[in-house]
């Protein structure tokens, strides 16, 4: 059996009301319009009663063996039907384990994603510790590279710049020169600095500003005489004492 006719009006009785306030409704389509909803009413009882008795419970044997749900047919005793459910949970089952299997994994990578970025960031660390290990090494080898030289044919008083180099007093300036180490209250050369004079001529007085200039060995302070060809170095030992030796230095 069909389904049941819907019923729809057929005439716009509003539009004809508005156009015509004083006329009665058209009896016919009034009469047409009951006659629908007649029919479809009549259908639908019709309808309900091929699956419902008059105390409104369900038709015997309108329901049959096709309409009950997997689960009722399997409670009764059906095999296909139970097959379908132990199929059903055998999938569940190996999606759940799946999804297990996949979160165990997830963690694994997550894991060694993390040891992976440890190790970077040691790797990174020892890497900067040899780059400045490495910087140290470059800075030793410029500082024992060799010893720079400034010419003087003048007299001079040394600056912070002097340290770690040597002053020469060339050979083209035949004319007694002092040359001055300035005290630590002028020029606070770090304990540990070296500077070294070279005289090729005449004499080079080597002088110190306030401060104690001793001479190694004999333990002589004040100005020293630096010969020709001679060569001496002085070294800061305190924050106002020098101590200088060599040779050609009296």
């Not at 008795?53 to 038709?59: K, N, P, V």
């Not at 020469?168 to 004319?175: E, F």
């Not at 020029?187 to 080597?206: D, L, Q, R, S």
Request: charged share 10%; no cysteine; aromatic share 6%.
């Amino acid at each position: 059996m069909s389904y049941p006719t819907k019923y729809t009006r057929q005439y716009d009785y509003i539009s004809y009301q508005n156009a015509n306030p004083s006329k009665p409704l058209p009896a016919n389509h009034v009469h047409a319009d009951l006659n629908a909803a007649a029919l479809s009413t009549s259908e639908i009882v019709d309808f309900l009663k091929t699956s419902l008795r008059s105390d409104g419970a369900i038709m015997n044997g309108a329901v049959s063996f096709d309409q009950l749900s997997t689960s009722v047919k399997a409670s009764i005793g059906d095999t296909t039907s139970a097959d379908e459910i132990l199929a059903a949970r055998g999938d569940a089952v190996a999606a759940a384990s799946a999804a297990a299997t996949s979160e165990t994994h997830a963690a694994a990578s997550a894991d060694a994603a993390a040891s992976s970025a440890s190790g970077a960031s040691t790797s990174a660390t020892n890497a900067a510790t040899s780059a400045t290990a490495a910087a140290t090494s470059a800075s030793q080898a410029q500082s024992y590279s060799g010893i720079p030289q400034s010419i003087k044919s003048a007299a001079y008083t040394t600056v912070l710049a002097d340290a770690q180099t040597h002053i020469l007093h060339p050979a083209s300036d035949n004319n007694p020169r002092t040359f001055t180490i300035d005290s630590n209250a002028n020029v606070a050369y770090p304990i540990g600095t070296a500077i070294t004079f070279i005289n090729e001529i005449n004499t080079v007085t080597i002088a110190i500003t306030s401060d104690t200039l001793v001479q190694a060995g004999t333990g002589s302070t004040g100005s020293r005489t630096l010969a020709a060809n001679g060569i001496a170095t002085a070294i800061k030992i305190t924050s106002t004492k020098w101590m200088i030796s060599g040779s050609g230095l009296s």
